[in-house]
């Protein structure tokens, strides 16, 4: 069962046993099925991270993909039960990533890591400039000064706090943190790209088809 019809089917029960009107059904459906969506995406992404082994690097790829993407927008799936299966899989493999240029790339060479840092805030910036707040048709944004202020705070974002916190994990020799939350910046670029919308698309399409073939 999908998660809307599940939130809807117990809004409309709690509906008759309570008495309650038709928009605070809506409302509870509406509130069960942000829970509902959050509780499954959260659950599917700590188990898979800790069964991978790698969960300290799939929370911080996770965490910084969902505070920029609160304000940058992004491709979605069309339902909950894919953003959550294909958010988890996004985030782990942005940590499965991390992990490996971890034990891959060298620290021996000064200013490398603060450079890359700095690169990858210019391209943050480039993408926001062109492309953010990436909303989605069924849910446009359509208020221009809206739109200005999201793009603003997401610039902040990235200058004043991703790329400050980058830099002092290279400083420090965070190697975790570094590497994970440049993963987590570019897999946030990507999905407020055309790139990205497409790539979402197509992957809901493959899951919306292998849905069908199982029933």
């Known amino acids: 069962m999908e998660i809307e019809a599940l939130a809807n089917k117990l809004a409309a029960a709690l509906a008759r046993e309570l008495s309650l009107s038709e928009d605070d059904r809506d409302i509870a459906a509406y509130a069960l099925h942000g829970i509902f969506s959050v509780s499954f995406y959260l659950s599917t992404l700590l188990i898979s991270a800790w069964l991978l082994g790698q969960w300290k690097y799939t929370l911080i790829v996770a965490g910084t993909?969902?505070?920029?993407?609160?304000?940058m927008g992004g491709a979605h799936a069309s339902t909950a039960w894919r953003c959550g299966l294909i958010g988890a899989a996004m985030m782990?493999?942005?940590g499965a990533l991390a992990r490996v240029l971890e034990?891959?790339?060298?620290?021996?060479h000064p200013g490398l890591p603060q450079a890359a840092a700095a690169a990858s805030a210019l391209a943050a910036l480039a993408a926001i400039a062109a492309y953010c707040p990436a909303d989605v048709p069924q849910k446009p944004i359509t208020d221009p000064r809206q739109r200005r202020w999201l793009?603003?705070?997401?610039?902040?974002?990235v200058a004043?706090?991703?790329?400050?916190?980058t830099l002092a994990a290279a400083q420090r020799g965070w190697e975790t943190v570094y590497f994970s939350a440049q993963a987590g910046l570019w897999i946030q670029l990507l999905l407020v790209?055309?790139?990205?919308?497409?790539?979402s698309g197509r992957v809901d399409a493959y899951l919306t088809k292998l849905l069908r073939k199982e029933e």
């Open 65 to 71: 993909v969902a505070v920029l993407r609160t304000f």
């Open 92 to 94: 782990n493999g942005g």
């Open 103 to 108: 034990a891959a790339v060298s620290w021996e």
């Open 160 to 165: 004043g706090a991703w790329l400050p916190l």
């Open 193 to 199: 790209t055309p790139v990205g919308f497409g790539w």
């Open 151 to 157: 793009r603003w705070i997401s610039a902040a974002l």
